[in-house]
């Protein structure tokens, strides 16, 4: 049973990491189509990081389905080139996600008024970094790849999905709790379990690697321990984030309608006053 669904999955690796990304675009696509510009929660104005992050990240998903095809017939050189994109996105992707988790928390007290600036200047010394390790460090490009994405993970992924679960469960806890909708907030907390979930299967189980925990935490043993590939864990959280995230996306509808309920309401009290005034 366990060799036939290893095979499975082998045979099916393309249509896993095509799925994987697929849920991650249509996340982007969902808080994109939804129109948030006459919202006043502060998660309205916060959204379009996490829309960024899921269209990224799944470029990058599909970046393992499309370059192999590619590889067949392009020059080795132009396959580096994208490989070093895909990295580039992997880390892009992760800073998006945290300066989402940041943006949550804002207004930041004065003595964390740096965190801000955090994910930008973490990918900044990933990417110097890597550049480094790429000209200096005698290491093949596989090799550099390889290790530039389970740092990128480590560095940014991880903290990014971690604050970003913390984030939104704080900021719904205090500003969607008011508006009595205890069901979009229930969703929301889902949403922030599915990050804290991909904190862990997405920033701490990486590729197996040289060095603690990357050698004793990584896909191999997972896969070992599980029989299911790692990807496919990531795929059903960013699934579960994806419906939790257009579930809760209704509350922007929930709060117009508030507003114009409460409109009308004054209006009338102002035309009842009106028509008093007047029989007077």
């Not at 249509?26 to 959204?47: D, F």
């Not at 990918?123 to 550099?144: G, I, K, Q, R």
Request: with cysteine; net charge positive; aromatic share 12%.
């Amino acid at each position: 049973m366990t060799e036939t669904l290893q095979s499975l999955f082998a045979i099916n690796r393309s249509l896993v990491f095509f799925v994987y990304g697929l849920v991650f675009f249509v996340l982007g696509l969902a808080i994109t189509l939804q129109s948030r510009r006459h919202s006043r929660l502060s998660l309205a104005r916060r959204l379009h990081w996490l829309a960024l992050f899921g269209y990224i990240h799944g470029l990058h998903e599909w970046g393992d389905v499309f370059i192999p095809i590619q590889a067949t017939y392009l020059p080795l050189p132009v396959i580096n080139v994208l490989q070093a994109v895909q990295l580039g996105l992997l880390a892009v992707s992760f800073t998006c996600l945290f300066q989402f988790g940041v943006d949550l928390l804002r207004p930041l007290p004065g003595r964390w008024v740096w965190l801000r600036w955090l994910p930008v200047g973490i990918l900044l010394l990933w990417s110097l970094a890597a550049l480094v390790w790429l000209t200096v460090v005698p290491v093949t490009l596989v090799e550099w790849h390889h290790l530039a994405g389970i740092w990128s993970r480590y560095l940014l992924g991880f903290p990014g999905a971690v604050l970003a679960a913390y984030a939104l469960y704080r900021n719904s806890s205090q500003l969607i709790t008011p508006l009595s909708e205890p069901r979009t907030l229930r969703t929301l907390h889902w949403a922030g379990i599915a990050l804290a979930g991909y904190a862990i299967v997405g920033g701490l189980v990486v590729s197996p690697g040289p060095y603690f925990p990357a050698n004793w935490l990584n896909t191999e043993t997972l896969e070992i321990w599980l029989i299911i590939p790692v990807p496919v864990y990531r795929s059903m959280l960013g699934f579960i984030l994806m419906l939790a995230v257009i579930r809760s996306l209704e509350i922007f509808d929930l709060e117009i309608d508030r507003r114009l309920n409460e409109m009308g309401v004054t209006k009338m009290s102002f035309v009842s006053h009106d028509q008093t005034a007047s029989g007077r």
